[in-house]
């Protein structure tokens, strides 16, 4: 990578939607640890479409430090675009993601940047443990065993993204075109060096958390979607083992036809698993082929930016999958 500009050894990209009562403390502790942990370091702030004021809290910080940059979305993108838009828009040579609530800590900022430094291209956070509501453990319980059944690859429990992540691996994944990137799945199947740093989950500093139970299911059912594709061959797999209930009673109404039992009955059964099996098997064809149409047309933005803040002028131009909407 090339540019006019001084790049960063380390950038910090912070998605906020509605974050106005934390996006200015979460800036001032995450400064204080770069200065202290890197060479040189950028902050990133990516908008998703608040309505609170974070937005002019924004534009004052950028303001009164020329490190802080922001994105401002002209809509919301969810949970998965926004953030790893946010992440490829970085330059630093190491890249961290983390919330503006606090509850991931800036204070793992230095020992994220050590292990770095040791080798780790990847180095996530962890969580031990976390104050939850008991229905929030277990959507995340059933979550992470369905993507550990069906996924293409491991899952990392506890693993929320939180992490710091090596120049050579943003640029590896922004350039696969995912439509909607599961981001930290993404990062597992890459197979990039990992570290793990375990830590114990904060409560929310202030305001009100958005990942409702609904908004976690959507988001873990995203995530399999786009990390499962196994799932597309399950009615497949389903139509074989159906097909050969099928033959066994087909087998049976032999048999009893010989001892003078249910013939009709066991053939109408093995009639009726019969055409069920191939109903299934056409489905699972069907979905074969859109899962070999969803890899070849991966070419939707993430993200369309309505204006970016205190960028260098030479990175005007967004990266790849974005667009500016211009005024």
């Not at 922001?70 to 919330?99: D, F, K, W």
């Not at 509850?103 to 962890?126: H, M, N, S, Y």
């Not at 099996?277 to 993430?302: D, T």
């Not at 309505?306 to 909407?325: G, H, K, M």
Request: glycine letters at 10%.
């Amino acid at each position: 990578m090339t540019a006019a500009h001084d790049i960063p050894e380390l950038s910090v990209v912070i998605p906020c939607f509605n974050e106005a009562q934390n996006v200015a403390a979460i800036c001032k502790a995450v400064t204080t640890e770069a200065i202290g942990h890197a060479e040189s370091h950028e902050i990133i702030l990516i908008d998703n479409g608040s309505t609170d004021g974070t937005r002019a809290i924004m534009r004052n910080l950028c303001a009164s430090d020329p490190r802080i940059r922001v994105i401002l979305n002209n809509r919301n993108y969810g949970q998965m675009r926004s953030p790893t838009y946010g992440l490829y828009q970085a330059e630093g040579r190491a890249v961290i993601g983390m919330c503006a609530d606090f509850q991931d800590p800036p204070a793992l900022i230095g020992e994220f940047l050590r292990k770095w430094r040791g080798g780790a291209q990847v180095v996530l956070g962890q969580r031990r443990s976390e104050k939850a509501s008991l229905l929030l453990r277990a959507v995340r319980h059933i979550g992470y065993g369905f993507l550990a059944r069906f996924g293409d690859y491991p899952v990392i429990p506890g693993a929320t993204g939180f992490g710091l992540f090596d120049r050579e691996v943003i640029d590896t994944l922004a350039a696969w075109n995912e439509p909607e990137p599961f981001f930290r799945g993404m990062v597992v199947e890459g197979g990039f060096r990992l570290a793990l740093v375990p830590f114990d989950r904060p409560e929310r500093a202030a305001g009100e958390s958005k990942n409702g139970v609904m908004a976690l299911a959507s988001f873990a059912l995203s995530g399999v979607a786009g990390s499962a594709k196994s799932l597309l061959r399950l009615p497949l797999f389903l139509s074989l083992y159906i097909g050969l209930l099928a033959l066994a009673l087909m087998v049976a109404a032999a048999v009893a036809f010989a001892v003078d039992g249910p013939v009709w009955i066991l053939l109408a059964l093995a009639l009726g698993v019969g055409l069920f099996a191939v109903l299934l098997l056409f489905l699972g064809l069907i979905g074969e082929q859109v899962r070999m149409l969803a890899e070849r047309s991966r070419n939707v933005p993430l993200v369309i930016e309505q204006e970016r803040i205190n960028f260098p002028v030479d990175r005007v131009a967004p990266a790849s999958r974005t667009l500016i909407r211009r005024p």
